[in-house]
């Protein structure tokens, strides 16, 4: 098997960072196909983090190949900073590629991503304000700024004049606020394109010639189903699709050309900004697990909402991403719970639900239905093989798979690369 997609399950933040550099010890190529700034994946190898929003998790491996796929949200800045700062610690960075049909995010995108969340007041979505959203909403619109538009100095000059005289206008409009100068963002951006223009290139041929050639390449999602925009839980979603299908779109590799989707399930469940979230523990249990996990924002600083498991949005995830197995992170942080929870079901109106609902309604109103495991008590950190996890711990992820439909691949118990347990050997 050469192609394998890593997707989220729940609201991100699973640690698919950790599990596809993980992966990417085999990988040639890592390759990020939605999404932009927005992410934020820590890897820790040795004990040392490293704290990536753009930059695929396959940096870290000299000679891999790092690819920004044309389905992300790129922020020229970002990049660069995140470039230097990966330089600075001595990694090599001349494996990136970046798609030449990316849109780039642009300081008016920011400005405006802040604003008109603010501007919904209580409905706010609750966003990383990296400009995700009106970026890909001027794609769509078809006003999109892309990288080959960057690179090209004069496009880029004339693309942005069209574009801030409309944005300047929105600005002033419909929130009072102050043009942005055009000359500053044009000189901004010109050193930006310089700097990155060796980096650009075609990367549908060349995701075309390394599958061809049989190299193994990851594609490294980014967010998680359910902040998909169309099967999440919308509005409160990101604008991008982290299911596995959108690697089709993503970066133009056709759909029989993937060999295997790995689903990364924390062990309990997080979110971050507003919307529904059934198993949330708005108590104690919560406290302890946003404590215990350390759970607040990579990007944001924000603290994470917490809760149980949600085996019901678990096998959701399994049927829109066709996930083959899962890889359940973070197993660790529930060494010390008396008693842990799964939610298995979903009740409302006193009838058990078999699907997601749509309506944010429901979804806000259904009663878990919770099973109950014993805790193991034991610090399980150090445990390398599947069998020598407590017998509690097998039976909560056993549990996990029965109920999701979906097998165990890689049980991760800390953050660190080799902290992790493979059961299945077929991956690549
Ligand atoms: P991502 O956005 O899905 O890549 O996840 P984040 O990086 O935002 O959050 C996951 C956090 O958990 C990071 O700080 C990881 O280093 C850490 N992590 C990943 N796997 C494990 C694990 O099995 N145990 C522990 N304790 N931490 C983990
Ligand atoms: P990783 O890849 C968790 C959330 C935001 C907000 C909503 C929309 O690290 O798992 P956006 O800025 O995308 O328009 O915000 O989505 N969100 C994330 N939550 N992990 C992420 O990425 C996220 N990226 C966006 O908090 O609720
Ligand atoms: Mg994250």
Redesign the pocket.
């Known amino acids: 098997m050469s192609t394998v997609v890593v997707t989220?399950t729940q609201w991100?933040?699973?640690?698919?960072?950790?599990?596809?550099d993980y992966l990417a010890q085999q990988a040639d190529t890592v390759v990020r196909f939605q999404g932009g700034a927005n992410?934020?994946?820590?890897?820790?190898v040795d004990g040392e983090?490293y704290?990536?929003r753009l930059m695929p998790?396959g940096i870290l491996f000299k000679g891999s190949h790092c690819v920004v796929g044309n389905g992300v949200a790129f922020d020229p800045k970002v990049m660069l900073q995140e470039m230097d700062s990966l330089a600075s610690r001595g990694i090599d960075l001349s494996g990136i590629r970046i798609s030449n049909r990316a849109q780039v995010v642009l300081p008016y995108h920011r400005l405006m991503d802040g604003l008109g969340d603010e501007a919904r007041g209580k409905n706010k979505v609750g966003t990383t304000k990296n400009g995700i959203g009106p970026c890909y909403v001027d794609r769509d619109n078809r006003i999109g700024i892309r990288v080959c538009d960057l690179v090209e100095k004069e496009t880029f000059a004339q693309k942005l004049k069209e574009n801030l005289a409309v944005k300047n206008r929105e600005l002033a409009l419909l929130y009072d606020h102050a043009p942005l100068d055009y000359d500053e963002i044009l000189k901004e951006y010109e050193g930006y394109a310089d700097r990155l223009r060796p980096y650009v290139c075609d990367t549908i041929a060349l995701l075309d010639e390394e599958i061809k050639a049989g190299r193994k390449i990851l594609f490294e999602g980014?967010?998680?189903t359910m902040l998909d925009i169309d099967y999440g839980t919308y509005p409160y979603v990101t604008a991008s699709h982290p299911v596995s299908g959108g690697v089709g779109v993503g970066c133009g590799v056709a759909p029989q050309k993937i060999d295997k989707v790995i689903g990364?399930v924390?062990?309990y469940c997080t979110r971050v900004g507003e919307g529904p979230f059934p198993t949330e523990q708005l108590n104690e249990t919560g406290n302890r697990l946003r404590e215990i996990?350390?759970?607040y924002?990579?990007?944001t600083g924000r603290p994470r909402r917490t809760g149980w498991l949600d085996a019901c949005v678990v096998r959701y995830a399994g049927i829109l991403s066709g996930i083959d197995y899962m890889a359940?992170?973070?197993?660790?942080?529930l060494d010390d719970f008396d008693t842990i929870q799964m939610c298995t079901g979903y009740r409302y109106q006193g009838k058990l639900l078999n699907e997601i609902p749509a309506s944010l309604k429901v979804l806000s109103e259904v009663e878990p239905v919770y099973e109950t495991f014993a805790g193991w008590k034991t610090d399980i950190?150090k445990v390398r093989k599947y069998e020598d996890l407590p017998k509690e711990a097998r039976v909560y992820l056993e549990r996990m798979a029965e109920v999701t439909g979906i097998r165990l691949g890689i049980?991760?118990?800390?953050?660190?690369r080799d902290?992790?347990i493979v059961l299945a050997n077929d991956i690549f």
């Open positions: 989220g991100g933040d699973e640690g698919k960072g950790k599990i596809v992410a934020g994946h820590t890897v820790v983090a704290k990536l998790s980014a967010q998680a990364i924390k062990a996990g350390h759970e924002g990579v990007v359940v992170t973070r197993l660790d942080i950190t049980v991760s118990v800390g953050p660190n902290e992790t």
